[in-house]
């Protein structure tokens, strides 16, 4: 991912480097692993990945051959943190920096503190919860307060504009005073996460590659954030283009998509007319460019070049002008191209991020109330 900047041992981590990298190995190679035992043992900062300026109008290449994208370990904080939701912040920013979201429009970042108690009591946040939601529903806020989270990541913002009042009027604002009431303090990464190397989109493209890390030939950012970004992330950005070593068959990466998702059976597929018979000639191994971006992607791919766009939703008009191109629209819906990052990549990352602080015992728990809102239904099914 970023630069590493190392003050603890090899051994605080060893635990969760073998489920970590074993899972996903595309994140983590083994030259990787090598690299990260001699830099920890030295104390040294592992140096990021190379990014340059690429001349096509896909973006920002990222050079991650032969070494590839891997997420930060523990970095030296300059103040420790003294409650379990500065470490947590702290944690999240040395993974997804909260210059990297898009803040012209979203809103990132803590979003809701943790309310000073009246009087002050002895606390113990050293086995403390922390929940990973997708969305902040009552159904989660339910379950956080069952599982006796004093935290919420949150990968959606809670919230997007600024507030003239705070009422049980608005459930958005039931659920922040619920929350307020019991302590929970609520983080938010949203585009941060997408830009960040090893985030939601490199997730996204590891997923399509389904193992074969052969396959790929090169990655590249959509588009890039052309402000000035801390060191170690410049050339950050929002998409990724994969182009691949040899042609696949759109089939072949529905299927691959799928089981990424979590075994999703059913998503929308914009198709041009060369494609619309996947199990004729649309079947065929033609495909050798594929962009990628979580969320809504119609702004960051509406210049891609690549064959088949996959996002978590796209609107009509969007998707009838790639499908003009010639170009295929994969729509997983919404928040299914986001969710399962939180239990693949980010517990583990943020696991790791929390291990040599005070805070090490902390459970990091992936939601499993949050879901997305809508549900493909066979009317001819219904009574």
């Known amino acids: 991912m970023f630069g590493w900047k190392l003050s603890n041992s090899l051994g605080a981590r060893s635990k969760h480097l073998a489920t970590f990298s074993s899972s996903c190995r595309h994140f983590i190679s ?13 104390n040294r900062k592992l140096q990021p990945p190379n990014w340059t300026r690429s001349s096509k109008t896909h973006g920002t290449k990222l050079q991650t051959r032969p070494q590839h994208c891997s997420f930060s370990s523990s970095h030296t904080m300059a103040t420790p943190p003294t409650n379990l939701t500065e470490a947590v912040v702290a944690a999240m920013k040395t993974l997804f920096p909260e210059e990297l979201a898009d803040s012209a429009w979203d809103n990132t970042g803590l979003l809701l503190g943790q309310a000073p108690l009246s009087s002050p009591e002895p606390t113990n946040e050293s086995r403390g919860t922390v929940l990973l939601t997708n969305d902040l529903t009552a159904a989660v806020v339910d379950e956080a307060m069952e599982e006796g989270a004093k935290m919420i990541i949150c990968y959606h913002p809670v919230i997007f504009r600024p507030l003239k009042s705070l009422t049980t ?59 000035p970004l801390p060191e170690g992330h410049q050339g950050a950005g929002y ?39 996947l199990s004729g000639a649309g079947a065929g191994e ?15 791919l509406r ?81």
């Open 30 to 42: 083994p030259k990787q692993l090598s690299s990260f035992t001699i830099a920890t043992s030295r």
């Open 169 to 227: 009027k608005d459930p958005m604002q039931t659920l922040l005073l619920r929350l307020a009431a019991e302590r929970v303090s609520v983080y938010c990464p949203h585009t941060a996460m997408d830009a960040a190397s090893g985030g939601l989109n490199d997730w996204l493209c590891d997923i399509l590659l389904g193992g074969e890390h052969q396959l790929e030939l090169s990655r590249a950012v959509a588009q890039p954030i052309a402000r």
């Open 239 to 277: 998409g990724r283009t994969v182009t691949l070593a040899r042609p696949v068959a759109l089939p072949s990466l529905l299927r691959r998509l799928s089981a990424g998702l979590g075994d999703q059976r059913y998503m929308m597929v914009a198709l041009p007319a060369a494609l619309r018979d």
């Open 286 to 300: 033609t495909i050798t460019r594929v962009a990628v971006c979580a969320g809504s992607g119609a702004d960051v």
């Open 303 to 383: 210049d891609s070049d690549a064959q088949v766009l996959v996002t978590g939703e796209m609107a009509h008009h969007y998707a009838l002008r790639h499908t003009q191109r010639g170009q295929a629209v994969v729509a997983v819906f919404h928040s299914n191209s986001e969710r399962r990052y939180l239990e693949a990549r980010l517990k583990p990352m943020l696991e790791v991020e929390l291990e040599t602080t005070a805070y090490g015992n902390t459970r990091v728990l992936v939601s499993k109330a949050d879901r997305d809102p809508f549900e493909v239904v066979d009317v001819t099914h219904l009574a």
